[in-house]
């Protein structure tokens, strides 16, 4: 028996320090992009390279957010993902339960219809999208950018679907049996126990959408509109790039990702996990 244990602990063990070094291994970017971003301009080509600088130079920070107009492409930026996340939590969740728990015969046409959808690359309908907001006159707004969100994503779709079809039916029969209607069972009953799932959507949404470099490069036109990942760009000029102050910017966007990360991590694991099990 302690034989038995002895070998199950030292397994367990040492699978989790491979899948420690495993993850550091994934974590080398953001730590280069961090010490690069304390570097001083001395020590930013120097070979073999150096990971702890020997002076943390933390002005880079607020130098990085002077240099070009930070909290212009911020603000525009977080206008973006706000209406897009907003989109996908209003479309995604109805049209995901009309497929799933509204017996009609267009269910499953529907849901053929939508992983085939999914299954396109984008570079297969961005030139016909681009056409459609080129004759509406949105090219040269952020409307492209977040419009579509309304009108459902096929992927989240997929997502919701398979999480409301893990939830008991007898739940909607006894709602219907005490004259609820179908809008009020969805928004009072259906709606809240798919919480974790409209986490995962709208963590995946926002993560899409602020670092969404192609879409804001082929609509938008004027500087004034830029986002984040756009304004990047300006930090490459005609004598070079300033390295120290473009790490430091993107360590400044990529902190709101982490820390949106680990504030719903619990509820994002569910929803994958039981949208897959389904």
């Known amino acids: 028996m302690r034989s038995y244990k002895t070998v199950t602990t030292a397994r367990n063990t040492s699978a989790h320090l491979f899948l420690t070094a495993f993850g550091l291994f994934f974590l080398l970017p953001f730590i280069w992009m961090l010490s690069t971003s304390l570097k001083p301009d001395s020590e930013l080509f120097l070979w073999p390279p150096v990971w702890f600088p020997s002076e943390l130079v933390w002005s ?40 799933a ?11 053929v219809i939508t992983l085939l959808v999914m299954m396109l690359p984008y570079q297969v309908t961005m030139i016909p999208i681009f056409i459609v907001f080129k004759n509406f006159g949105w090219v040269g707004t952020n409307i492209p950018l977040w419009l579509p969100a309304f009108f459902g994503a096929p992927f989240f779709i997929f997502l919701l679907r398979q999480f409301f079809m893990g939830l008991p039916k007898e739940l909607e029969d006894a709602a219907r049996i005490d004259g609820a209607s179908e809008l009020r069972i969805y928004l009072q009953i259906m709606l809240p126990l798919c919480k974790p799932a409209l986490l995962t959507i709208a963590l995946f949404q926002f993560m899409g959408s ?7 490069l082929i609509y938008l036109n004027d500087e004034v509109q830029y986002t984040i990942m756009l304004g990047l760009q300006a930090f490459k000029t005609q004598h070079g790039a300033e390295w120290q102050m473009l790490m430091a910017a993107s360590v400044l966007i990529t902190l709101p990702i982490i820390v949106l990360y680990f504030l719903v991590q619990k509820a994002f694991i569910r929803g994958i996990t039981f949208s897959g099990i389904k």
Do not use: E
């Open 60 to 99: 880079n920070y607020p130098d990085s957010v002077n240099y070009v107009p930070f909290f212009m492409y911020l603000k525009n930026t977080m206008v973006i993902t706000g209406l897009a996340t907003a989109g996908v939590l209003f479309s995604c969740p109805l049209v995901a339960y009309g497929i």
């Open 210 to 216: 602020w670092t969404d470099y192609q879409g804001p």
């Open 101 to 111: 728990r509204i017996p009609w015969k267009g269910a499953k046409p529907l849901f």
